[in-house]
């Protein structure tokens, strides 16, 4: 049997394509029952509501309370759905980390749900800063690293400028996440040359996360949950700094405050949790679960940057995926076959 690294992908990965996504595969109605009950009671619209709506709304299912929520629901379904493959590890980007926390069971779903809505209902509410991409590698993703080094001092030196708030957000492959003010984010679209027509890209209903803009946020999140929601996980589990939580040897106080403290305020280093997911467990498979496809890119440049059995661009991975495919994404129904037996 091949083993498999879950990633549990973060918000802005349930787009328009995946309308309808939790009925064609969340197979639990009790448990979407209970989530839906949840949030009525919170008077917030229910996932399948959002989930089997006429048409998508970018003002509506973008927001965090319903984004978040409907992407928990999304990966969990997922996860459970994962068959024939043993899972050695689970990690995730940004938002996913909630995720990540209730599949490798540190929360059950109830509380992990629990914690998804409570922490997107907040930042939704605070809506503090925004947050914007841009690549610092070339797209034929060879590793640049005097690009990212330039990328991040112009984020510095736009930071200390006089009521300037810029940081990097998510280090992310071959993109860096960047979050701040408005002042600032303006400034780093104004003075770094556009690429590939679309970047720098503001991203829409996002906050500076994983910036210390959210310190109100973090406060207000750890006033409301507790910390006996969390347990001891199951399944190791790999964090923003590539730490890892391991099954037996976890101090569940701790994991309440890295999770409701480091993790929102500090930045996410998405690459090095792949580069040690890739060294630490050698997974046959990188199983990333839905909603959408697009953190597939992220996990194969951090593999590249890894320098994971030899590849070193994107003609590289391109070639192992065909001859030996080592990254699953579910939101792909050709894909998605490889590791359930169907939906």
Known sequence: ???????????????????????RHFHDRALLGAFDARRAA???ETLTAL???????????????????????ATLGDFRAIDGVEIVAVTGNSMGWYSALACGGALTAEAGFEVVNTMGTLMQEALIGGQMVHPCMGEDWV???????????????????????LGLSIDLGGMLVLAGNETALKAFETEIPP??????????NHAAFHTALQAPVAERGRARLAPDLFSQPNLPLIDGRGAIWWPGETDTHALWDYTLGHQVTEPYDFTKAIRIAAREFAPDLFVVTGPGTTLGGAVAQSLILAN??????KSDFQTRQQTEPLLIAMGMDDQRSAVTKGD
Not at 2 to 21: D, F, H, M, N, Q
Not at 62 to 73: H, V
């Open 42 to 44: 919170l008077a917030q």
């Open 143 to 165: 590793p640049d690293a005097v690009r990212k080094t330039q990328l991040l001092e112009k984020v510095a030196e736009i930071n200390a400028r006089a009521e300037h708030v």
């Open 308 to 313: 994971w059995r030899g590849m070193g661009s």
């Open 1 to 23: 049997m091949k083993t498999a690294v879950v990633i549990c992908p973060g918000r802005g990965t349930y787009t328009k394509t995946e309308l309808g996504y939790l009925r």
């Open 195 to 204: 690429e590939q027509g679309r970047f720098p890209m503001r991203l829409s």
């Open 51 to 73: 989930d089997g709506a006429a048409s998508y709304s970018v003002a509506t299912h973008t927001r965090g309370d319903n984004a978040s929520a409907l992407i928990y629901a």
